[in-house]
């Protein structure tokens, strides 16, 4: 999730909302809070949880009359700001997302393949014409045929690395190395591509669309 300075709820820019967000979590919030918070009356409080809860940022808590946020509104506390991306641009993201998949995939040097891509979010609506972000949620499989034969290839590309000048303070820097290698592989810097596990509970709430395999 990416944020652009103009994007409001209930006129109220949703930078600062984020914010709050994420200076009370994982505290309750109750209306009195939301209030004094955007000094607002009964009336706009009302309003604006209202739309948070229509928009699954917030649920209802356990306790009467508080609130807490859900797995979108965890998710809309460490969102970033970007400028927006137009269709063009973003379609040339993606594909150039999808051709480092089948460089990890085709590339023996890389110990895992990318299995599994969906994507969610802003890309897949047919109504927006520009977009924040690139929402990509992805699964991670070994190319190895057996656990032994990749804690071989695995200890030999750490081996590789410290030869080429990379050093692992201790053994849990070691830990994920190979992993990582791919991870970095598939974001190539690009602050515009947002990665997610399938497990990530944003996708239970979401439309997805499966683009491959």
Partial sequence: M?????????DIPILKIRDYFDHIRPALISPEMISEQFDLNKEKTKELIDVLLSEGYIESAK?????QLTIK???LCVARYTNPLNKEKADKLFQEFMERVEEINSNEFYLYRVSKIVLFGS????????????????????????HEEFMEMDEQR????????????SFFDQIGYTERVVLLKMKNKCRYISLHRMYDGILNITKTKQVYP
């Fill in 2 to 10: 990416r944020l652009t300075r103009k994007q409001t709820i209930c």
């Fill in 123 to 146: 890309y897949i609506d047919p109504e927006k014409t520009d977009y924040s972000d690139i929402d990509i949620a992805f699964e991670l499989s070994r190319k190895a045929k057996s």
């Fill in 73 to 75: 509104g965890q998710a």
């Fill in 158 to 169: 750490i081996k590789e690395a410290e030869l080429a000048g990379k050093s692992f303070p």
């Fill in 63 to 67: 306790k009467k009359g508080k609130y």
